[in-house]
Each structure stands twice: as C-alpha cells, then as structure tokens.
C-alpha cells in the first residue's frame, strides 16, 4: 500500500511539509490529552463484532409496508410515512428533512433495498439492485469499494454515518450507541487492497482522526467485497 522511498521523498519535497516534526508534534498533544482523560485499560483491547444474525424483529419488519422513494442524484428521498420515519428514529439511517421524508445516502439507500425495506424509483422506473448500482457508480466512482464497508459495519451492528465533514468516509459508533449519545468511535476510509498511499496521504488521514478526536481505522476490500480492517494508533517507543 505504500510506495517506495524513493517515491516517497519525491512526493513529499513538493508539499515541504516535515512529517517527522508533525508526528511528533502530534504525538506530544495526544500524551496530554491521554493524561487528562486516561480511557479505561480494556479500551485497546476491543475489536470489531462479528456479523450479526437477522434478528426476529428484523424478519417481522419485512412483513411491513415497504417504503417508497425516489433517487436523486447523490441522495436518495423517502416517502413521507411512519415506516419512513423508523428507519430514522429506530434504526438510525438517514436524517429527517422538510416535510416529513428521510433523505438516505447512497449506501444506505443500497442496503435497504437490498433487505427488501425500500422501493426506489428514477423517473417512472423502478430500480433493482443492480441498476441501483450502475446509477450510484455514476454519481460516486468508489461506491462499491465504500459501501463494502459499508455493508460489512451495519452486518456487525454498528451505525454507520457519512463523515465528509471531517474529511473521512465514514464515522462509525460502538454497538448501541447513536449519534446524540456519544461520540463517534471511529472514522473509516474504505480501500482497495490493490490501492497504493504515499506517506504523505497516510499521514494526512491520521491527521484527520487526530484533529477529530476519533480512532483511525482502514477497511481494505478486495475483489470478491470481503473487508480487513485496520485500526491504525500513534505509539510513542
């Protein structure tokens, strides 16, 4: 994943940028911050949930209405119903807007319609999954790599919300815990594993978790979709 020092060195001349002096600057500011607020000894030792079973509850909802929506672009837009509005206050997708609707992201929008919740329309034409996807390449190019991860989060039981604000893919919580409540855990940038980072874009992503206060995660995908997750942690020696 990450190119050769000689690469290196002459990628990183044209930013003139000392990581070295900006790791360790950044790793100054974490130790004050760990002995502010120490995390509990255990914190480190946590790892990713496996794949949850479909719940009872889960397989109930399917016997629901389905809900209606139409794709819009980058987005996609919900009917104004009570179902609708579960998928945001029970399950934790999307964000409530003006009217009543739920506007999903791409891969939410994927996954719902994937576990039979959602009927999309574009136009007057109803999309299956994999004219979904064809649409959803077009207006993201790494769709299939982001919503792999995606997909593999949700399957484990955690909530999964975009995190463009803080320059990521993804923010994720811990399982039970939603957005309001606490914090974000981490963030996530989904990869291919045949994808290649200069140090310079790795130290930029770690530069993000640090300034967000978030652990730095890696999920890299292959062809077949399955996920590795790397955690990725500043050690002082």
Same mark, same amino acid.
């Given at each position: 994943m990450v190119k050769n020092k000689k690469e290196q060195k002459e990628k990183t001349k044209k930013p003139k940028i000392d990581l070295e002096e900006e790791i360790k600057a950044m790793e100054e500011e974490e130790h004050i911050e760990d002995a502010q607020k120490a995390e509990p000894a255990n914190e480190d030792e946590k790892i990713l949930a496996p794949p949850q079973p479909e719940k009872e509850e889960d397989k109930e909802s399917k016997k629901r209405e389905? @809900? &209606?929506? /139409?794709?819009?672009?980058?987005? @996609?837009?919900?009917?104004?119903?009570?179902?609708?509005? $579960?998928?945001?206050? &029970?399950?934790?997708?999307?964000? #409530?807007? =003006?009217?009543? !609707? %739920?506007?999903?992201?791409? +891969?939410?929008?994927? *996954?719902?319609?994937?576990?039979?919740?959602?009927? /999309?329309?574009?136009?007057?034409? !109803?999309?299956? %999954?994999?004219?979904? /996807?064809?649409?959803?390449? !077009?207006? =993201? +190019? $790494?769709?299939? /790599?982001? *919503?792999? %991860?995606? !997909?593999? #989060?949700? $399957?484990r039981g955690y909530v999964v919300k975009t995190a463009l604000k803080f320059g990521a893919d993804f923010r994720v919580y811990d399982r039970g815990v939603k957005p309001g409540e606490d914090h974000a855990r981490w963030i996530i940038f989904p990869v291919h594993e045949g994808e290649t980072l200069t140090w310079y874009e790795f130290a930029a992503k770690n530069r993000v978790a640090h300034s967000t206060k978030k652990r730095l995660m890696m999920g890299i995908v292959d062809d077949e979709g399955d996920v590795t997750y790397y955690e990725i942690k500043w050690m002082r020696p």
């Open positions: 389905i @809900v &209606k929506a /139409i794709f819009a672009r980058e987005r @996609v837009l919900t009917e104004a119903t009570d179902e609708a509005r $579960n998928f945001y206050s &029970k399950s934790v997708y999307g964000q #409530m807007i =003006e009217g009543g !609707k %739920v506007q999903l992201s791409l +891969p939410e929008a994927l *996954y719902l319609l994937e576990k039979g919740k959602l009927e /999309i329309t574009d136009g007057k034409k !109803k999309l299956d %999954v994999e004219m979904f /996807i064809k649409r959803a390449r !077009k207006a =993201e +190019p $790494n769709f299939w /790599i982001r *919503y792999s %991860v995606f !997909k593999d #989060m949700r $399957n």
